[in-house]
């Protein structure tokens, strides 16, 4: 079985999103079918198979959420000695070095990734890039537009 790394955090959020699936939204949805259901024939009934097309979506991301917690490898920076090594949900602060442009991202799992938060996917390519490496390294990273050099100014386990 694959564990999915996550952090303390994104393993929180799952868990609240599982609780408001079983507990809020799969009730609303059981009731919008009897509902529907009262109102007759079922072949030309919209309401009725949105509700059970909502209720087969419901019931995936349940299951996903599920699958997930139950191969989680929750991973708390905050607990570690900061070395200045690049890890899973450290927070980064790189500058371009031709640009001279900072940004800081906190690398994180899959489900966690928000690039509006600055939340990257350790998946990503710029995660892969500085994953190991060590505060004041050079990292090469592909981007797009060409390889760009990065300096790591700040590594923070917070």
Do not use: W
Request: net charge negative; hydrophobic share 35%; with cysteine.
């Amino acid at each position: 079985m694959n564990q999915f790394p996550m952090t303390a955090r994104g393993a929180e959020l799952l868990r609240d999103e599982l609780e408001q699936l079983k507990t809020v939204k799969r009730p609303a949805i059981i009731e919008a079918i009897a509902e529907a259901r009262e109102h007759g024939d079922l072949k030309e009934n919209a309401e009725y198979h949105a509700a059970r097309e909502e209720q087969g979506f419901c019931e995936g991301r349940i299951q996903e959420i599920e699958a997930k917690l139950s191969n989680v490898q929750i991973i708390d920076v905050t607990k570690m000695a900061n070395n200045g090594k690049v890890i899973f949900g450290s927070t980064v602060t790189i500058l371009n070095t031709e640009t001279d442009d900072e940004v800081t991202y906190r690398i994180v799992g899959d489900d966690e990734a928000d690039i509006k938060k600055n939340q990257i996917s350790v998946n990503s390519p710029i995660a892969r890039g500085l994953i190991g490496k060590e505060l004041d390294d050079v990292a090469n990273i592909q981007t797009p537009g060409g390889t760009v050099e990065f300096e790591i100014i700040e590594v923070e386990y917070i």
